[in-house]
């Protein structure tokens, strides 16, 4: 069965405190890795999408990386309105089907 | 360009009432998609439509729910009757269809139900 998994659950940062956070999967036949930031009382926005191991993108202060199990999203140097849930989803198999994680909250504060 | 628009965005019932939450996706988007998100949870999809056409709805609850997209474009996902367990907020998204490339979601803000 698919699964993905992203630590930590919860993440308190000063601003300018440099960190990463965690996406492991285990699919088979990944077709492609979604990252999504979430405020509260709203849906998920679009980040980035990776499709290979190797392959970075970069927005701002979000740089997302891929490899063969996980994907990392590093924040350099939050602000404050970096606060959000960031979530992690990831496409097998049938095209359309995206399985999320739970997410990482991340707070900063100034 | 207008976003996903859903409605409402909250709603309050007692358990076994009905409830219907409507959607109107991006213009042009061909894909439909209604999620589910429990409290601290990521979104669980329900139903997908491929235009008018239901191509996956594994994790939709048959017994008590039901969605439709009636001429492809506008979507309503019903519950009845409601139980407790509802309680959440209902994602509805949409993108451009499978040979668009990649499969990029745009997401509504959700409608909270409540369950009481």
């Known amino acids: 069965e698919d699964q993905v998994t992203q630590s930590p659950e919860a993440l308190r940062l000063q601003e300018g405190e440099s960190s990463s956070l965690n996406c492991s999967y285990t699919?088979?036949?990944?077709?492609?890795l979604f990252w999504y930031r979430q405020d509260p009382g709203k849906g998920p926005e679009f980040l980035f999408t990776?499709?290979?191991a190797g392959e970075e993108k970069e927005k701002e202060r979000l740089k997302a990386t891929l490899t063969k199990k996980e994907s990392f999203l590093h924040i350099t140097a939050p602000k404050p309105e970096d606060s959000a849930t960031y979530l992690c989803?990831?496409?097998?198999?049938?095209?359309?089907?995206?399985?999320f994680g739970a997410g990482t909250q991340v707070v900063v504060t100034p | 360009e207008a976003g996903v628009v859903q409605s409402p965005r909250y709603k309050i019932i007692e358990k076994k009432q009905p409830v219907a939450f409507w959607c109107n996706p991006i213009?042009?988007?061909?894909?439909l998609y209604w999620y589910l998100q429990n409290l601290g949870q990521g979104p669980e999809l329900l139903i997908r439509?491929?235009?008018?056409?239901?191509?996956?709805d594994s994790q939709l609850p048959k017994d008590r729910f039901s969605a439709e997209r009636l001429k492809g474009v506008d979507s309503t996902l019903k519950i009845q009757p409601a139980e407790l367990g509802d309680s959440a907020v209902y994602l509805c998204?949409?993108?451009?269809?499978?040979?668009?490339?990649?499969?990029?979601?745009?997401f509504g803000a959700g409608s909270r139900l409540t369950v009481l």
């Open positions: 998204a949409s993108s451009l269809g499978q040979f668009s490339g990649a499969n990029v979601l745009t």
């Open positions: 699919v088979s036949g990944l077709r492609g």
């Open positions: 990776l499709y290979s």
């Open positions: 989803a990831v496409q097998a198999g049938s095209w359309g089907k995206l399985q």
């Open positions: 213009s042009g988007h061909n894909t």
């Open positions: 439509y491929e235009n008018e056409e239901a191509v996956d």
